[in-house]
């Protein structure tokens, strides 16, 4: 089978991992015929393929109607068997069969994320165009699939459930904690520090500050490049100095953040899948989770799930970890085993079923 993956977006985060996650397996297959529409900017090749792996560059934003005509452009060139949009960014004009995943609708879900109500209509309308156009529509948790066809209900009959994964982010590269970020002998509590305001941070700076007044040497460690006047803004006063964000880091200095981690905490409002839990039990580290959109799939019984926005439940969990030795190593060992239910081999083999269901 000849494919063609749109993966101009693979540096990103979120949408980047899945479409790296993806094109690896599927280059791995002696089956597909893969070639990647890659930002000639940011070129990404799978790092191990049974068979070569065709590239075609591309340097229009995927969300210009330029880098719509480009990637329409380089499929007319290409004429695979099927072509995949890894986001709602289509090509112009549609080919068929056209695959599409979409990861979730927080913008139109969760108040704030995009507060500008034009740029909501244009993501909806984009969003829309892309359940319409495709054939067969790859969404990665059930509960996405819920959110779509209520906002899209056209969509119906369209739809695939195919899971994430997060194997081939634990791989055995695990580098160091950047120099001075934690401070040795502190236990610290990993986070994501993204700060829209689906991801929730103030609550789980409210439940850091009833563990910090227990635990001096306790720290708090968000990846990401955040700004620090947003911490003084929403961080209790008694422990702003034992909160930070990391900067820039690589992947083998976040597996290294993952895996000394006492525990992750993730009290996102609303996750379309949600890939950190499942990074960070993949490396044995205890999860604390919110109950928002897809997470109770992603986690399973492996996690200690709270209500989302409950920053007395959220601290509660995290005490429970952090307190029992027994508990912790518990959701360890449960999360291993859950995480390892979840492969990009799996993913593969499930996405080309969808394929082959779009081009029947």
Not at 139 to 162: C, H, N, Q, Y
Not at 339 to 353: G, L, N, Q, R, V
């Amino acid at each position: 089978m000849r494919v063609l993956l749109d993966a101009r977006m693979s540096e990103w985060s979120g949408v980047g991992r899945y479409t790296k996650g993806l094109a690896s397996a599927l280059a791995r297959r002696d089956d597909i015929a893969l070639t990647l529409v890659t930002a000639a900017d940011a070129p990404f090749a799978p790092a191990a393929s049974a068979n070569s792996v065709a590239t075609v560059p591309a340097a229009a934003s995927p969300f210009s109607i330029a880098g719509a005509r480009e990637l329409g452009a380089a499929i007319a060139k290409v004429a695979p068997d099927i072509s995949h949009c890894p986001h709602f960014p289509t090509p112009w004009p549609a080919p068929h069969p056209l695959a599409v995943s979409l990861q979730d609708l927080t913008p139109l879900l969760v108040p704030g994320v995009m507060p500008s109500a034009f740029k909501r209509g244009v993501y909806r309308a984009l969003n829309e165009r892309a359940t319409r156009l495709a054939d067969v529509l790859i969404l990665p948790s059930e509960s996405t699939a819920r959110d779509i066809l209520s906002a899209f209900p056209r969509a119906a009959g369209k739809v695939r459930v195919v899971l994430d994964a997060a194997d081939d982010f634990s791989a055995e590269r695990v580098g160091e904690i950047p120099a001075g970020l934690v401070g040795e002998g502190y236990r610290y509590v990993f986070s994501m520090g993204n700060t829209k305001p689906h991801k929730d941070l103030p609550a789980l700076f409210s439940a850091f500050a009833g563990l910090a007044a227990a635990e001096p040497g306790l720290r708090l460690i968000l990846a990401g490049t955040g700004d620090d006047a947003y911490l003084d803004a929403h961080v209790p006063a008694a422990c702003r100095d034992r909160v930070r964000f990391t900067g820039r880091i690589d992947d083998d200095q976040l597996r290294a953040l993952y895996a000394g981690a006492a525990l992750f905490a993730f009290p996102s409002r609303y996750e379309g899948f949600g890939l950190p839990p499942l990074e960070a039990m993949s490396f044995g580290t205890p999860v604390v989770s919110s109950d928002g959109g897809s997470l109770p799939e992603v986690v399973g019984d492996a996690a200690l799930v709270v209500p989302v926005g409950d920053a007395a439940a959220l601290e509660g969990a995290m005490r429970e970890v952090l307190g029992d030795p027994a508990r912790a190593a518990e959701l360890a060992e449960a999360g291993r085993a859950r995480a390892a239910t979840f492969t990009w081999d799996k993913t593969a083999a499930e996405t080309i079923a969808a394929y082959r269901s779009a081009m029947r």
